[in-house]
């Protein structure tokens, strides 16, 4: 069958390899796609990303399975266009999708529903916003109300980063926020202390089957310092999530979730991400939803996952996941995010990426920012721009396989954090 995947990043890349080694697979698309999946006769990029067009393509290709990546096309209705028009598709609608297109939304939501979480408010004056900063003081977390590619969120520790944090996103938009409907709006919410991990379930809108566990690290440098990202490196197993944390998420959180949705008149299908902050007694709280995999979650899950994903995904669509059990890899899987010169303020574009080595069971480079030029060489084109991935009995020996492989990789001005899986260790 065809399979289609929507996006263009790492998740993307990823997505097409796993769907790829599916014996049902003969032919996997993926739009518009970027150097890495341009580079492997195993996919065919397809350069459209306007979404009646691409339906009207997957129409006429007979696309069997469409499966879709980022954020931004599940916000603009993709998965609603294509079931209009008897497609399947794995992906929330865009009134489901408004749990992570809109922070707003899944805030109200999660408080209707007694789901754990930060208090918050929500503010579209600035001034109003820097009152209620000086009331709470910090550190205090700032969120942009829309779609800003993992950027979107503050972990101000002074006054100052909370002040500039709200002038970014409600003046001056620097973050780039794609703002929903009624202008720039940010939610501002009390600190949580404690450990973040990520928790990806799939859903049929009434079903739950959950992934791997897993943990990444969003700040840009080494010992979780400097500015946030949208993540550079992850590994699964997560070892923070115990089974009691895994049970409480899926009681406290997950099925709430569910339930909620389903209550509300809209049910949730497709990849539910829930960004959790576990506290010293075990005791979780819901950080964020997204709604879709992570990035770069998806890279190391998806090496640990043995189970047919095309299969899954069927299921998922057919709302057949209570008949599904997926099977796992026993080893670590560990990747690290290559950046580009200047990332994440102003990552530089146009370097020439060499030293890249062949696929791997056991090693993928997953391409996210790159493109390859008239010559065929690729080259960078965004923030992050690969995710070398490896398998290894241990988070050590991935951490040494891992950086094995990145240091033979070559473009100017890279940088990698070199201590991606420290908490694994630690815990």
């Given at each position: 069958?065809?399979?289609?995947?929507?996006g263009?990043?790492?998740r993307e890349?990823?997505?097409?390899?796993?769907?790829a080694h599916?014996?049902?697979a003969?032919?996997?698309?993926?739009a518009?796609?970027?150097?890495?999946?341009?580079?492997?006769?195993?996919?065919?990029n397809?350069?459209i990303?306007?979404?009646?067009?691409?339906?009207?393509?997957?129409?006429?290709?007979?696309?069997a399975l469409?499966?879709v990546?980022?954020?931004?096309?599940?916000?603009?209705?993709?998965?609603?266009e294509?079931r209009?028009?008897?497609l399947?598709?794995f992906?929330?609608?865009?009134a489901?999708?408004?749990?992570?297109?809109?922070?707003?939304?899944?805030?109200?939501?999660?408080?209707?529903?007694?789901?754990?979480?930060?208090?918050?408010?929500?503010?579209?004056?600035?001034?109003?916003?820097?009152?209620f900063?000086?009331?709470?003081?910090?550190p205090?977390?700032?969120?942009?109300?829309?779609?800003?590619?993992g950027?979107?969120?503050?972990?101000?520790?002074?006054?100052?980063?909370?002040?500039?944090?709200?002038?970014f996103?409600?003046?001056?938009?620097?973050?780039?926020?794609?703002?929903n409907?009624?202008?720039?709006?940010v939610?501002?919410?009390?600190?949580?202390?404690?450990?973040?991990?990520?928790?990806?379930?799939?859903?049929?809108?009434?079903?739950?089957?959950?992934?791997?566990?897993s943990?990444?690290h969003?700040?840009?440098?080494?010992?979780?310092?400097?500015?946030?990202?949208?993540?550079?490196?992850?590994?699964?197993?997560?070892p923070?999530?115990?089974?009691?944390?895994?049970?409480?998420?899926?009681?406290?959180?997950?099925?709430?979730?569910?339930?909620?949705?389903?209550?509300?008149?809209?049910?949730?299908t497709?990849?539910?991400?829930?960004?959790l902050?576990?506290d010293?007694?075990?005791h979780?709280k819901?950080?964020?939803?997204?709604?879709?995999?992570?990035d770069?979650e998806?890279?190391?899950?998806?090496?640990?996952?043995?189970?047919?994903?095309?299969e899954?995904?069927?299921?998922?669509?057919?709302?057949?996941?209570?008949?599904?059990?997926?099977?796992?890899?026993r080893?670590?899987?560990?990747?690290?995010?290559?950046?580009?010169?200047?990332y994440?303020?102003?990552?530089?574009k146009?370097?020439?990426?060499?030293?890249?080595?062949?696929?791997?069971d056991?090693?993928?480079?997953?391409?996210?920012g790159?493109?390859?030029?008239e010559?065929?060489?690729p080259r960078?084109?965004?923030?992050?721009?690969?995710?070398?991935?490896?398998?290894?009995?241990?988070?050590?020996?991935?951490?040494q396989?891992?950086?094995?492989?990145?240091r033979?990789?070559?473009?100017?001005?890279?940088?990698?954090?070199?201590?991606?899986?420290?908490?694994?260790?630690?815990n």
């Amino acid at each position: 069958m065809k399979i289609l995947v929507i996006g263009g990043g790492g998740r993307e890349h990823a997505l097409a390899w796993k769907l790829a080694h599916s014996p049902k697979a003969t032919k996997v698309f993926v739009a518009p796609g970027n150097g890495g999946t341009a580079l492997s006769n195993k996919y065919e990029n397809v350069a459209i990303t306007d979404v009646v067009q691409l339906r009207e393509w997957a129409q006429a290709q007979k696309i069997a399975l469409t499966v879709v990546g980022p954020e931004a096309p599940l916000a603009a209705g993709v998965v609603d266009e294509f079931r209009a028009h008897g497609l399947k598709v794995f992906g929330p609608t865009k009134a489901a999708a408004q749990l992570e297109s809109s922070k707003a939304f899944s805030k109200a939501f999660m408080r209707r529903h007694g789901i754990p979480t930060a208090d918050y408010d929500t503010f579209t004056d600035p001034v109003a916003a820097h009152a209620f900063v000086e009331r709470l003081g910090a550190p205090i977390v700032i969120k942009a109300d829309g779609l800003a590619a993992g950027k979107g969120v503050v972990v101000a520790m002074t006054l100052q980063e909370a002040h500039d944090a709200v002038d970014f996103m409600l003046v001056d938009n620097k973050y780039g926020v794609q703002h929903n409907d009624g202008g720039a709006r940010v939610v501002i919410e009390e600190f949580l202390s404690g450990e973040e991990a990520s928790f990806i379930v799939l859903c049929d809108g009434k079903n739950v089957v959950a992934m791997a566990t897993s943990q990444d690290h969003k700040r840009l440098k080494d010992g979780d310092e400097g500015p946030n990202t949208g993540g550079m490196g992850a590994y699964s197993p997560a070892p923070v999530v115990t089974a009691d944390v895994h049970a409480r998420a899926m009681r406290e959180i997950i099925l709430p979730t569910i339930r909620g949705m389903e209550k509300d008149g809209v049910p949730f299908t497709g990849f539910l991400y829930a960004g959790l902050m576990i506290d010293s007694n075990g005791h979780t709280k819901t950080l964020e939803f997204n709604t879709r995999m992570g990035d770069p979650e998806t890279q190391p899950i998806l090496m640990r996952l043995k189970s047919d994903l095309v299969e899954v995904l069927l299921a998922a669509v057919d709302g057949k996941l209570d008949q599904v059990e997926l099977e796992w890899d026993r080893r670590t899987a560990l990747g690290v995010v290559m950046a580009a010169a200047g990332y994440p303020e102003a990552p530089r574009k146009g370097d020439a990426i060499s030293g890249l080595p062949a696929d791997a069971d056991d090693a993928m480079v997953f391409h996210a920012g790159t493109v390859l030029d008239e010559a065929g060489v690729p080259r960078t084109s965004g923030g992050r721009v690969l995710c070398v991935t490896v398998l290894a009995d241990s988070v050590k020996q991935a951490q040494q396989k891992v950086y094995d492989v990145a240091r033979g990789i070559h473009f100017d001005g890279a940088q990698y954090r070199r201590d991606i899986g420290y908490r694994a260790i630690k815990n």
